[in-house]
T-cell receptor, first 113, second 115 residues
């Protein structure tokens, strides 16, 4: 799977929107962009995924650049519970061998009240 | 509730004493895997299984064994634990589909300390 680049940390205030960027300049045509997050003392949890179009779900929105070389996870109103490490991961569903998610260091999001 | 259950959640053991960390999923997923998480190294895959009786090594398999006799269970076995296996372990499962929606569901983690 191709590599992703994320900022090490970001800060936000409660109730404000948060935009978490991810660069993936070597993404292939079949790679889906997945976001997971890991709250303190918990296992990673799925947030959202997309291929080409922007996506929304109850947790977040995913904005994907037209050339797919970058994407942004958007938390519309950050809460204290959103403080976590956010991982941007590329996943090729056609390449099931291994199917390991390559977790980088992710972005540590801090949320202040 | 759809979930992946790991046991034990916490374990302190001594070098050389065989132990097994169990993992069970109730989602009828074909794919299961084990990861370990260490400070500064992130999550690394130990072993994975594409289906019953099909297992393969991940990135850091040394010192570990797995088995997949039933679809729902994927135990991680440390035959002779050593201190460098002190870590936080996560089991995960997913369905195998061709869509991008084959997301992984992770367990809550098992913190293992080997003295």
């Amino acid at each position: 799977d191709a590599k992703t680049t994320q900022p090490n940390s970001m800060e936000s205030n409660e109730e404000e929107p948060v935009h978490l960027p991810c660069n993936h300049s070597t993404i292939s045509g079949t790679d889906y962009i997945h976001w997971y997050r890991q709250l303190p003392s918990q296992g990673p949890e799925y947030v959202i995924h997309g291929l080409t179009s922007n996506v929304n779900n109850r947790m977040a929105s995913l904005a994907i650049a037209e050339d797919r070389k970058s994407s942004t996870l958007i938390l519309h109103r950050a809460t204290l519970r959103d403080a976590a490490v956010y991982y941007c991961i590329l996943r090729d569903p056609l390449n099931q061998a291994g199917t390991a998610l390559i977790f980088g260091k992710g972005t540590t999001l801090s949320v202040s009240s | 509730e759809a979930q992946v259950t790991q046991n034990p959640r916490y374990l302190i053991t001594v070098t050389g004493k065989k132990l097994t960390v169990t993992c069970s999923q109730n989602m009828n997923h074909e794919y299961m895997s084990w990861y370990r998480q260490d400070p500064g190294l992130g999550l690394r895959q130990i072993y994975y299984s594409m289906n019953v009786e099909v297992t393969d090594k991940g990135d850091v398999p040394e010192g570990y064994k797995v088995s997949r006799k039933e679809k729902r269970n994927f135990p991680l076995i440390l035959e002779s634990p050593s201190p460098n296996q002190t870590s936080l372990y996560f089991c995960a499962s997913s369905s195998l589909t061709s869509s991008g929606a084959n997301v992984l569901t992770f367990g809550a983690g098992s913190r293992l300390t080997v003295l």
